[in-house]
């Protein structure tokens, strides 16, 4: 019994060896063992077809067509019914250059096809195997109208089509699947990211609009429209679409919610606040109204703080807003960022320190607000009363934030401040110390800005000891930091170019002009400084930094993207050190239009 057994598996062992190594044989090319095997596990096995294919494939190989042509008819004989072997029969003829009567058992193949899905799938894949793809749309057309019940083959036509390069019939196919239900909406939002180039998705949305035309009630169409315009960045368009579906299928704002996230992060701030909006008119009750209220007021700091776009009624509007909020939801954890960003606002943009200090001073002693949010409002606190000209103050805020978080990013971030106090009440050499310490810093941002600041106070006064020249520039920027640009300018006029000492201040003086100009919407001023800095400057310190802004410029106030583009890649590509090049090649990749996954 045991020596049954074992030769049993044994022998099973053996068999399972076979179709590796007469896979192997025909990988080496050696197709005369290959040939061998495959006709032996072929004749054990007459029903693996994959077994018959591969030994024919040995055959044509070996140029042993007649040997190859007798055993296909010898098989047609045997199962005339299986009309992929007719296929087969063709490719041998058209091998053998007898095209005439390949394409007569083509026809034979597709004329004797019966209703049986995995029959017309096997002759459809003998077709594509040979790229002879109109004879598999032949065959699937056949196959939709003989088969009952009725069965579609849309996702496979609509693959045909796209191996033939006629997108417009691949989409036709694919809008056909989701309206008979045959193929799934995120198969075909798959097969659509993989396939279209970013030029044909008008094809596709094109196709949608019509038939949305014939049918306004299509659900699954208005769908994919809303997913084809959000490829496309056209975020307007399918926040129109994502409107009508949520009023349609009560869906209480999460997809317009989504939508609005989308556009706010690919900057279309417009489309995303309008989103926001619409969540918020339909009233407290509904799920995300207490997020798109801050999503708004987000969104409209960004335009802003980041994209410098901006009139005084729009900061005077978000005033408002931030007031309505802070009445509406109050003084709490959930608004703790807010109220710093509201005070933010009335300090830096609409002067109004003492408003800005009274909403500051609400946070820090709430007992509802947690310890890192206080901080924060301490920090912002202290910068108010600096710009104030309350030094002392200031400095003490700053203390007892890096005396609370000694090893807390918010601890670096204090002292860091409190040096650059130093720095613009001309303490040089202290503050130069206390930036050498911060280049140690967790925080990657304060690592680089210290580095910059110590680098910038050591170099400024190596090549001129006295420092009148960096005296007048800290001062420059202590201004620009309290809001008093016309000062800011007067104190960078006084700095003596002409003077061998201060020339070496050239590029910083003319960064912080640019700085100033574009804050005071002098954009072509603001322009001319950078270019001036990359022009003559390329290799300092502010050039990456010069670049950046000027693509921002472009980007966001004067709306070129072509020029911001340009201007981007110039960044990540020229200054592929520089911790802006990951920022810049982020919204290049945007510009470009790549695909949202």
């Known amino acids: 019994m045991f ?21 192997q044989y025909f990988n080496d090319g050696e197709y005369e063992k290959a040939a061998s095997l495959y006709q032996s596990m072929y004749q054990k096995n007459p029903g693996n077809d994959n077994f018959f294919s591969r030994y024919l494939d040995c055959l044509m190989l070996l140029k042993r067509y007649e040997e190859c042509e007798n055993i296909v008819r010898t098989e047609i004989n045997k199962r005339p019914k299986e009309v992929s072997l007719y296929a087969t029969y063709g490719n041998l003829l058209i091998n053998r250059n007898q095209p005439e009567k390949a394409e007569k058992q083509f026809n ?228 703790a960022s807010l109220l710093i960003e509201y005070a933010e606002l009335e300090a830096r943009y609409l002067n109004n320190l003492p408003k800005a200090i009274s909403i500051l001073l609400e946070v820090v002693n709430s007992n509802y607000i947690e310890m890192h949010l206080k901080a924060q409002a301490k920090l912002d606190l202290a910068d108010y009363y600096l710009i104030s000209g309350e030094r002392w103050e200031a400095s003490l805020l700053y203390s007892q934030v890096d005396k609370d978080f000694k090893e807390d990013e918010l601890g670096e971030m204090a002292r860091f401040r409190n040096a650059r106090l130093s720095y613009f009440a001309g303490d040089f050499s ?70 061998p000492d201060s020339k070496y201040l050239e590029d910083d003086v003319w960064f912080l002009e640019a700085r100033i100009y574009n804050h005071q919407k002098k954009t072509e001023l603001a322009i001319q400084k950078y270019e001036l800095i990359l022009e003559k400057h390329k290799e300092e310190i502010r050039a990456d930094n010069s670049l950046y802004e000027l693509a921002k410029i472009y980007d966001y106030q004067l709306n070129n993207k072509e020029k911001s583009k340009e201007l981007y890649e110039k960044l990540f590509v020229d200054f592929s050190n520089s911790v802006l090049a990951v920022e810049a090649r982020k919204r290049y990749r945007i510009l470009r239009g790549d695909k949202v996954q």
């Open 3 to 23: 020596l049954l057994f074992f030769v049993l598996f044994l022998n099973s062992g053996l068999q399972a060896q076979d179709p590796r190594l007469a896979q």
């Open 108 to 335: 034979e193949a597709i004329d004797k096809l019966g209703p049986d899905v995995s029959v017309i799938h096997r002759l459809a894949n003998v077709f594509i195997q040979n790229a002879r793809y109109d004879l598999a749309i032949k065959t699937y057309e056949k196959g939709e109208k003989i088969l009952k019940p009725q069965a579609y083959f849309t996702y496979n036509l609509a693959d045909l089509y796209r191996r033939k390069g006629d997108i417009e019939t691949m989409v036709r196919y694919l809008l056909d699947g989701i309206e008979n239900n045959s193929v799934q909406l995120m198969s075909v939002q798959s097969l659509l990211i993989a396939y279209l180039s970013p030029e044909q998705y008008q094809i596709l949305t094109e196709q949608i609009y019509q038939r949305l035309e014939k049918n306004p009630e299509a659900i699954p169409e208005a769908e994919l429209l809303q997913w084809a315009l959000t490829q496309m960045k056209e975020y307007a368009g399918a926040l129109r679409q994502a409107k009508a579906l949520d009023r349609k299928l009560k869906e209480n704002g999460t997809r317009v919610y989504n939508l609005a996230m989308a556009a706010a992060v690919d900057n279309d701030l417009r489309t995303a606040i309008d989103g926001f909006n619409y969540i918020k008119e339909a009233g407290p009750s509904g799920s995300y109204y207490h997020d798109a209220n801050r999503q708004v007021l987000a969104c409209r700091r960004r335009m802003i703080v980041d994209q410098n776009d901006y009139k005084t009624q729009d900061l005077l509007s978000l005033e408002t807003d931030y007031q309505n909020y802070k009445n509406e939801f109050g003084s709490n954890y959930l608004s």
């Open 430 to 499: 202290w503050a130069q110390e206390q930036f050498s310490i911060l280049k140690r810093a967790t925080s990657k941002l304060i690592s680089n800005d210290a580095i910059d600041l110590s680098v910038f106070i050591q170099d400024n006064l190596n090549q001129d000891t006295t420092g009148e020249s960096l005296m007048l520039y800290s001062q420059a920027e202590l201004k620009v930091f309290q809001n008093q640009y016309d000062s800011a300018l007067v104190k960078l006029n006084q700095i003596p170019f002409t003077d």
